[in-house]
């Protein structure tokens, strides 16, 4: 369903409801909206936020908590984004007549692309809202009616009770709308029913049960407080480091350790964990008293502390870059968190997020706005990094960007630093080993989604060492006396294994050849307060940030010029589009080259947590320089690689998508001997099997159809596409898709056709990227339309398949497509032959456009039949099973507009991994089976070509002859 059937059934004129306008939401987490809606049928109505719309189910029970228990769920046509704050009244006499209340609104996040399990009928997911929240499953069921039914379960988890919505509803004493079918209110309290007195009852058990889990929790948490106090800290320089490192965990095993899915389970908040049991029995429970003053007099007990308010707003400390950490033991190094700085005031019990550039966060993290308010003091100014962690404990800035998309529901962590206010006390002028002390005590353990950021005092060197065996991208060194102060300076030293820094954006070149939006990126740095020239970035784009980094680039055109050009720029300085110097690009590089400009610079992404004015010359001696030899002044390393924000006001995106934040850290894990060579470094997840029979995993498709795309791509390239894409491998349920969808992927093309229902956007590629684009998202089988997307309703091939029946031997399938060749021959058309990878044979016929879709359909039923009537005992031309055993079908049905057939060199989605490979005439009779090339053999044969087996195909022009 579409926004299109949203509007037709409503007449905006006469209905409070919003238009169909676009929403601007790009970088936004996806949300959720339930809504009680008073119709003539009482019902609730369920919107998940996908693909610019709000997918949409009605209800009728409303959800219920209790784990599987299942409400049905019937889809309805999508709604506007705006539509997720509609409340009141639809007038009588209109759709939907009655009263709406918004019931619950948040979050939601589900495992990969929403739209993939929108159509494989199956969507997993969580919510994180007021009363809905945790582990959830919408699963699509085969009963029929107009419109497609789903059933709504809760999955058994922290957030699960013996409540559903009407008893939320109840036990709060909500007086709700109803309707009487004509669109009139009528109010009653809670349609239900249970009687409020035994709702009373379970409200008052669940917060019973509630506390005794909350308090259990924190007598464990006290005895693992202890137990850790207690431990023995070690003396630097009494342990070898790598055991000093081992001993306190910095290498994140700590923060792992308490995110795993047990420990989740066994942790409650008595206030938040379960906000369904909360909010019945919030009359009952009561908030844990925060010990402020105990806190207070531990604060004011630091050296330096001041009795003065809290530093609500301050800005955050940044570390200067240097080649390698500070020696001594009077140096902390902390790990070098690869995620979002976030700074937090809580105050009087209320917290509020901040970015590093000051955009308000709260709406987009509640989760930790719920964790902060938990904590057990009222007041506290917090700084830390806002991450993801990986396997292995590394930061996955790739990942966190998915759970900000939607697109994953991997844990956040908020792994705090630093400590400048606690209890009303300002403690920035304590020394950092005391903030640290305090912090330490604060956050709770084990840690969950708040974590404290350990350190290891003195073993710079040795500790940066060993970060850089594990994969970790560097060290945060720290004063151990400091103070906490706004800015930048010598207190914080980063020392990275790799060279990554921030430029400013300050022009582009234009495209050559068939590059669109723009050629190159030239960036500058701020040098003695200047914006000094240092090189361009051209490459590491993928084509839809060209198309819309470009838009946003355009909007910023100046006609003065932005920096000074050195002499010796290799292109012609009228070819610059000069802009504002307002954005800034993260790039990797590898050194400085003698001219003081990067060399063999990449993008990697636009920062949305930094401004122009944040960007600073280079530090002398960095990692940069180490790389590269540069002995230049100019040719200086730039700051590290921190959280990342660009200009929202410029981009128009708060996490502005790259092909670099799609590309997973494990896509270099594929090794099937199949695969030989790299994988991809798009495709994520390539060690998973997907097919059944055979160890070929995702990666191994990737690595198949990117080595034989020049041969599959003159075929395939620029044709109307039909997919088979299977999530869960062959062993799960695969499903067929031919309209476009952005979540394909940037490289993956649409094209508008007319159909029945009016116009629709299908999907095409025309080159390698697209290809891998699709299989990123699962897709194993191609099926081309008979005709190129210029041409829609100009097929330029015929396809005829040879199914056998039941009873049919190999070679009788050889020799009918020999005598379809031949019966083709002497119609005056030359044809060639594919294994299908199934059961038979496809004889394939390119003609030279002109004739209709109905022209050629006609001319492929004709001859089958032509062939049937000639020898009924071998042929049939009807897909009646009856009439086939012994014989075989010979398929003209796949030459009708909008029919496809299997491309040569497509995988089959089949036991074993088969591949549909075009042969010569000549090869078929040493050929002995349909399905006589896998993906690896397929893969093999591919790499000895000299030729193409369809030699000519395309330049045959042949016209279709007429039955007269």
């Not at 009363?131 to 957030?159: C, I, Y």
């Not at 909007?555 to 002499?567: F, I, N, S």
């Not at 092909?659 to 994520?684: E, L, Q, Y």
């Not at 199914?803 to 083709?824: F, H, S, T, Y």
Request: a positive charge.
């Amino acid at each position: 369903m579409s926004l299109r059937d949203y509007a037709r059934k409503r007449r905006f004129d006469e209905t409070p409801e919003p238009q169909d306008t676009p929403a601007a939401r790009a970088g936004k987490r996806p949300i959720f909206v339930v809504q009680l809606h008073h119709a003539s049928s009482r019902h609730y109505d369920f919107r998940l936020e996908m693909d610019g719309a709000l997918k949409s189910w009605a209800v009728p029970k409303g959800p219920s908590l209790r784990p599987g228990e299942k409400r049905l769920a019937v889809e309805v046509e999508d709604h506007p984004l705006s539509y997720a704050t509609f409340a009141g009244d639809i007038p009588r006499g209109h759709y939907g007549a009655g009263h709406v209340d918004v019931f619950d609104h948040g979050h939601w996040a589900c495992s990969g692309d929403p739209l993939e399990g929108l159509a494989a009928g199956k969507l997993d997911f969580t919510l994180s809202g007021a009363k809905l929240q945790g582990a959830w499953k919408l699963v699509r069921t085969n009963m029929r009616g107009k419109q497609k039914q789903w059933l709504l379960m809760k999955r058994s988890d922290a957030h699960a009770a013996d409540l559903d919505a009407d008893a939320l509803l109840e036990a709060q004493g909500v007086e709700v709308a109803s309707s009487d079918g004509r669109g009139a209110r009528v109010t009653k309290r809670g349609a239900v029913k249970k009687t409020a007195t035994r709702k009373a009852a379970e409200g008052k058990v669940a917060a019973e049960k509630v506390a005794t889990e909350g308090a259990a929790a924190r007598k464990a948490d006290t005895k693992q407080s202890a137990a850790t106090k207690s431990a023995p800290k070690g003396v630097a320089g009494k342990q070898l480091p790598a055991k000093e490192i081992a001993a306190k965990e910095i290498a994140t095993k700590k923060v792992v350790a308490g995110s795993s899915d047990a420990q989740r389970r066994t942790r409650v908040n008595p206030v938040r964990a379960t906000p369904a049991a909360a909010a019945v029995a919030d009359s009952t429970a009561k908030t844990p008293r925060k010990a402020n003053a105990s806190w207070r007099r531990r604060a004011l007990a630091l050296d330096r502390a001041a009795d003065g308010g809290m530093p609500v707003g301050f800005g955050p400390q940044l570390a200067t870059l240097r080649a390698s950490p500070p020696s001594g033991d009077d140096w902390l190094h902390e790990l070098k968190w690869d995620g979002y700085r976030l700074l937090v005031d809580l105050v009087d019990g209320a917290a509020k997020l901040r970015s590093r550039g000051g955009l308000a966060w709260n709406a987009t993290f509640p989760e930790v706005v719920q964790a902060v308010e938990a904590l057990p003091v009222s007041n506290a100014c917090l700084d830390g990094e806002l991450v993801v962690l990986g396997e292995g404990g590394q930061t996955d800035f790739a990942e966190l960007q998915r759970v900000i998309g939607g697109t994953s529901t991997a844990p956040l962590r908020y792994i705090v630093f630093d400590l400048p206010g606690l209890a009303g006390v300002d403690l920035s002028d304590s020394a950092l080993s005391g903030r640290k002390a305090l912090l330490r005590d604060l956050l709770p353990t084990p840690p969950h989604l708040l974590a404290y950021s350990d350190h290891v005092t003195g073993h710079g060197r040795e500790v940066f060492a060993q970060t850089g065996e594990r994969g970790i991208e560097g060290v945060v060194s720290k004063r151990a006396g400091s103070r906490y102060r706004e800015g930048r300076g010598g207190d914080w030293i980063k020392s990275k294994h790799e060279d990554r820094d921030e430029f400013v954006v300050v022009g582009f070149t234009v495209p050559k050849g068939a590059r669109q939006g723009f050629g190159s990126l030239l960036m500058a740095t701020r040098d003695d307060g200047a914006l000094r020239y240092v090189g361009r970035v051209g490459t590491g784009f993928d084509d839809e940030l060209l198309r819309t980094l470009h838009k946003t680039l355009c909007g910023m055109e100046r006609k003065e010029t932005t920096v000074d050009l050195p002499d010796h720029v290799p292109f012609p300085r009228g070819s610059v589009h000069w802009v504002a110097p307002t954005l800034v690009a993260e790039v990797a590089f590898r050194g400085w080259g003698k001219e003081g400009l990067l060399r063999q610079a990449a993008f990697k992404r636009l920062r949305i947590d930094k401004t122009a004015d944040d960007v600073v010359a280079p530090t002398a001696g960095a990692g940069a320089r180490r790389a590269a030899g540069a002995t230049s002044p100019r040719a200086r390393p730039a700051s590290a690689r921190p959280s990342g924000r660009t200009r929202a006001a410029a981009a128009g995106d708060t996490a502005a998508p790259t092909a670099h934040a799609r590309i997973s850290g494990r896509a270099a894990t594929a090794t099937s001997k199949a695969a030989a060579g790299a994988v991809p470094d798009r495709i994520t997840h390539p060690g998973r099997v997907v097919f059944e029979g055979a160890k070929y995993t995702k990666g191994d498709v990737a690595a198949y159809y990117r080595a034989v795309a020049p041969w599959l791509l003159p075929e395939l390239g620029g044709r109307p596409l039909s997919l088979l894409r299977c999530p869960d491998g062959t062993t799960g349920q695969c499903f067929f898709q031919k309209h476009h969808a952005a979540s394909l992927g940037a490289a993956v093309r649409s094209v508008a056709l007319e159909q029945k229902s009016g116009t629709e956007q299908y999907l095409y590629v025309d080159d390698v990227d697209g290809l891998l684009d699709l299989v990123q998202m699962n897709t194993l089988e191609l099926h081309p339309w008979g005709s190129r997307v210029e041409a829609p309703e100009s097929p330029d091939c015929m396809v005829f398949d040879l199914d056998p029946g039941e009873g049919v031997d190999w070679k009788a399938i050889v020799a009918a497509a020999r005598d379809v060749r031949d019966k083709l021959k002497a119609a005056g058309l030359q044809s060639f032959v594919r294994l299908s990878g199934g059961k038979g044979l496809h004889v394939v016929v390119p003609i030279a456009t002109g004739p209709s879709w109905d022209d050629v359909r006609g001319f492929c039923e004709g001859f089958a039949q032509a062939m049937a009537a000639h020898a009924p005992e071998r042929y049939v031309a009807t897909m009646s099973k009856a009439k086939r055993p012994g014989k075989i079908f010979i398929d003209w049905l796949r030459n009708a507009r909008g029919a496809t057939s299997v491309a040569s060199w497509s995988l089959r989605a089949r036991k074993g991994a088969p591949v549909a490979v075009p042969l010569r005439w000549e090869d078929l009779g040493a050929i002995r089976k349909p399905d006589a090339f896998d993906l690896a053999s397929a893969r093999e044969r591919a790499s000895r070509l000299r030729k193409d087996p369809w030699d000519g195909f395309a330049e045959l022009g042949q016209q279709l002859p007429r039955w007269d």
